[in-house]
């Protein structure tokens, strides 16, 4: 089933989780105890990240394709086109319709870490709309792609970003999916901004809740969003006290999601970080 579905079947917001294959070195059964605890949440899908690194490339497709077939979920692989040729875009697509996955998560991806600039890469790819348009023609495949309430940190004016945006929707995006905020005014601008351009398609707020001090510089600098007074708050009080800092972090991710809720938003996408009982929790606590 394509995940637009979910969106235009019900008017209760659709629940998605993002997780991450783990290091080829780590066991993947561990990964499977962590979705079988997230799918007492009964997420309408789970999307599976790709490894930037190349090292868990395979695992995004082994796991989406068990997701889907072992737990009886709809699944959302995630697929950078940067660092790859045309050739193994087509064959990658391939390799995912024939284990049965119909919805893609298109990205352009970042450089490799070995990669000193853009430039420098043999790149037959140079944005996501690219991949969409493949994907479209390669076959019936649902297609979701990101957006950056804040703007892309490449991009030096979020009118362009915006621009840019539209062209990818119009490219064949069913589904938009954002990169984390802690600030919903952002988020709700960015819907207004979106609009006014022409975005019709579903725009989902992905939520990624604060558990530790350190997390959130990673985070931050990772991402551009900006960060919160009532955050900054937060961190100088619980910054040096691990657990109090979690529980203070789950709330504000909590009240994070109703807010999201009440003002009518499609669904929400967690970024869970493959951890269940604290995902748990903040689902419950918004009334998810
Ligand atoms: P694009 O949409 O191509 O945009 C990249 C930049 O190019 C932007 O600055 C944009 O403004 C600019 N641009 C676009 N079109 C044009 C144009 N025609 N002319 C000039 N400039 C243009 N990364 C991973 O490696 N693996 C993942 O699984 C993954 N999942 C993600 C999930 C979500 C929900 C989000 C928000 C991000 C995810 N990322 C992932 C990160 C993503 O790969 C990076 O943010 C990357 O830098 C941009 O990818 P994109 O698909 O948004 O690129």
């Given amino acids: 089933m394509k995940i637009i579905e979910f969106y235009k079947l019900t008017d209760d917001p659709v629940l ?5 294959p783990p290091q080829a070195s780590y066991p993947i059964e561990s990964l499977f105890h ?7 949440l009964e997420p309408d899908f789970i999307s599976v990240t790709y490894g930037a690194g190349g090292s868990t490339r395979d695992r995004t ?27 193994e875009v087509d064959h990658i697509l ?17 450089p490799p870490a070995d990669a000193e600039s853009l430039e420098m890469i043999q790149r037959e790819y140079h944005y996501a709309w690219e ?11 649902g297609i979701a792609a990101a957006a950056y309430p804040e703007g892309h940190l490449e991009c030096q004016k979020n009118s362009d970003d915006i621009i840019h945006l539209k062209q990818k929707v119009d490219a064949g995006v069913d589904v938009l999916i954002s990169q984390l905020f802690f600030d919903n005014r952002k988020f709700f601008d960015f819907i207004d901004r ?21 997390q959130i510089k990673r985070m931050i600098s ?10 900054l708050k937060l961190l100088d009080k619980y910054g040096d006290l691990p657990e109090e800092m979690e529980k203070a972090g789950i709330e504000y991710a909590s009240r994070q999601v109703e807010d999201l809720l009440t003002n009518g938003v499609p669904g929400i996408h967690m970024y869970t970080m493959n951890k269940s009982r604290q995902i748990k929790e903040i689902a419950k606590n918004a009334g998810l």
């Fill in 94 to 110: 391939e390799t995912l319709w024939d284990r049965g996955i119909r919805n893609i998560m298109a990205l352009r991806g970042d």
């Fill in 131 to 141: 991949l969409i348009e493949e994907a479209r023609k390669k076959a019936d495949f």
């Fill in 34 to 40: 962590t979705i079988e605890e997230l799918r007492d």
């Fill in 194 to 214: 979106s609009l006014q351009v022409g975005i019709n398609c579903p725009i989902v707020p992905g939520i990624m809740p604060v558990l530790n001090a350190k």
């Fill in 16 to 20: 998605s989780l993002e997780i991450f």
């Fill in 61 to 87: 497709v082994e796991i989406a394709s068990s997701i889907k077939k072992d737990f009886g979920i709809e699944t959302l692989a995630h697929l950078t086109c940067m660092a790859h040729s045309r050739q």
């Fill in 222 to 231: 990772l991402s551009g969003a900006s960060i919160t007074s009532e955050l």
